[in-house]
């Protein structure tokens, strides 16, 4: 698994295709996590899906679905810039939600805050319309291999 990945993310980082590290995880590609490269930033996009409503009076979607959608962005992120050797293990995940993520395309950025020898510490937010204005944050803490 740890060439493979390595390949993974080398090829995802020549080409800006990143569907196939997303593939390595099952459940991303059923809530339809995508990925896009701007300059250095890398974007998280979850197109809008009636199979990820909560709440069908508003619609909203589900929070675990967004916690979901937040936690795999900061996995992603880690395996793309720190280029590990195997995926990042979830150590501690804390969500705010801030408003409702209604029935649209929901966006979500990481930022690795601290890496050290075993454990990297990120903060992800996720927005629909306007980035400044967060449906959710979240802080994560990741074992790293």
Request: glycine share 6%; net charge negative.
């Amino acid at each position: 698994m740890t060439v493979v990945l390595h390949d993974l993310v080398a090829k995802a980082h020549e080409e800006g295709e990143y569907q196939p590290l997303i593939d390595l995880i099952p459940y991303a590609s059923i809530i339809g996590v995508e990925c896009q490269r701007y300059g250095e930033e890398i974007v998280f996009r979850l197109p809008r899906n009636s199979d990820n409503i909560g709440n069908p009076t508003i619609p909203a979607l589900h929070g675990g679905v967004i916690a979901s959608f937040m936690e795999l962005t900061a996995v992603f992120q880690l395996m793309l810039q720190l280029n590990t050797p195997a995926l990042p293990k979830i150590v501690d995940f804390s969500v705010d939600y801030m408003r409702a993520g209604l029935d649209k395309d929901t966006f979500a950025i990481c930022e690795v805050e601290r890496q050290g020898r075993r454990v990297s510490n990120c903060s992800v937010i996720a927005w629909q319309d306007r980035k400044r204005q967060p449906i959710a944050s979240a802080r994560a803490h990741f074992l790293m291999s």
